[in-house]
């Protein structure tokens, strides 16, 4: 079975600031349209962007003027934490005094490292709370750049967001990471940055020089998104079935893309091309080991929500930073796999899940899309798995529960709605 993936957001709201910050008319082919992106675009476009949808929103086209936005504005990111990490730097570079400021669950996510970073940098820069948090605003008339230390063990968008807003500053831009959480994601920033042209040298795996010079238009065409394409191969290795997802293969931008090597591990066939990304669920899963996730942590509640049906305990670690996301995520699963009846343990950055036989029950989603959408894969294979709050998955796929429905027909209890959650 092929699956429909929709683009990946990472790679969508990276290319929407980077298509801002050059010069020229960019096109963005297949972006993801869901909650996040609708939120940075509509982000940007209060800064003052020009941003047009073209053919059913799947061309965006972007018109940057090369430097940041000047002005005054109120810019909502929604939930977005990409928006929130990545758009203070661009406001930054630019001239003005900008607000930036989310909903609920986004105030409550940290931002002091970029705030602290930015004040360094010469930005007038206040935070909603004391350890950081929106909202937060930005008065700027421009950055020197210089060379600067980013703590960068709560969130790698605090890196990301400054690299891209780089290019803009007037001299050379040096950063020095800190305890970075996420790499992959760093890769992938640094990668899309020089397909907008810029000039950026990794001087070694922790200091990063990036020298002005600014951006060019581009026309990219946008990946599946890997964190997505988890659940619909962690169905695949569940149930038995081969999915493919086509698009996502050899060279991906993605780190969540080596999901799949979890999923090899217990007993899945994967197959990767340049091309397509193929996985065959073969018998029952076998557990048994521990696993380090906390490069491809958004994947980390995709197997935790399956490893009850595997036949020995599963540990994974290093995702302290997990904590810090929509939800508790730690928390999340674990309180949640207590409610289907089976053993966990947890500790600060890890959680051990035992073999059980899950009953149904209604999940907590917390308005965090990934609970929802991990949870539905259990559902596939334990009757009675309802969520308490179905919508939450439109932060990345709006379409997710009737995907997973066309793929898994007979296989599918849908995730039905108890209650049509609030977003
Ligand atoms: O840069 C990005 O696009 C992202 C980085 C990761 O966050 P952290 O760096 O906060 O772990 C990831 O969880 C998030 O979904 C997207
Ligand atoms: C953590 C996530 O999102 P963000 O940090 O971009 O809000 C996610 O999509 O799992």
């Not at 559902?379 to 066309?406: A, I, N, Q, W, Y």
């Amino acid at each position: 079975m092929r699956a429909r993936i929709p683009g990946s957001k990472s790679i969508t709201n990276r290319a929407l600031l980077l298509a801002a910050a050059a010069v020229g008319t960019s096109r963005l082919r297949l972006p993801l349209v869901s909650a996040d992106t609708i939120a940075f675009r509509t982000a940007l476009t209060s800064l003052g962007v020009r941003i047009r949808t073209w053919e059913d929103d799947e061309v965006w086209e972007v018109t940057g003027a090369g430097r940041g936005p000047a002005g005054k504005a109120c810019v909502r990111c929604e939930d977005a934490g990409t928006a929130a990490r990545f758009l203070p730097p661009f406001a930054a570079v630019g001239h003005g005094r900008f607000v930036f400021d989310g909903s609920a669950q986004l105030k409550a996510r940290p931002l002091g490292p970029l705030a602290d970073t930015l004040s360094a940098l010469g930005a007038t820069v206040t935070t909603g709370t004391a350890g950081g948090g929106l909202p937060m605003t930005v008065e700027s008339a421009g950055l020197d750049g210089g060379a600067v230390t980013v703590e960068s063990s709560l969130s790698s968008q605090f890196l990301s967001g400054l690299l891209m807003a780089a290019p803009l500053m007037r001299r050379p831009l040096a950063l020095t990471v800190d305890s970075l959480v996420s790499r992959p994601y760093i890769a992938m920033t640094l990668a899309l940055m020089r397909r907008f042209g810029a000039d950026v040298t990794e001087r070694s795996a922790d200091v990063i020089e990036v020298r002005p010079g600014g951006y060019v238009a581009l026309d990219l065409t946008v990946e599946p998104d890997a964190s997505t394409a988890s659940y619909v191969f962690a169905a695949a290795a569940v149930t038995g079935a081969t999915v493919t997802v086509p698009g996502l293969g050899h060279g991906s931008l993605q780190g969540d893309l080596r999901f799949v090597d979890v999923l090899r591990q217990l007993g899945a066939r994967v197959d990767v091309t340049d091309s397509a990304t193929r996985v065959t669920g073969e018998g029952p899963l076998r557990g048994g080991f521990r696993v380090d996730m906390g490069e491809i942590s958004d994947t980390f509640m995709t197997l935790a929500a399956i490893a009850p049906l595997a036949d020995a305990p599963i540990t994974i670690r290093g995702i302290a930073h997990a904590r810090l996301k929509e939800s508790d995520r730690i928390a999340a699963v674990a309180q949640n796999l207590r409610a289907l009846g089976v053993d966990t343990d947890e500790g600060h950055d890890w959680i051990t899940v035992h073999p059980g036989a899950p009953t149904g029950a209604r999940i907590a989603c917390r308005r965090d899309h990934r609970i929802g959408m991990a949870f539905s894969v259990l559902g596939l294979r334990v009757p009675g798995v309802t969520l308490d709050d179905p919508s939450c998955v439109g932060k990345t796929f709006p379409g997710f529960h009737e995907e997973l429905r066309r793929l898994f027909p007979s296989t599918s209890r849908p995730a039905s709605p108890q209650r049509q959650g609030s977003r």
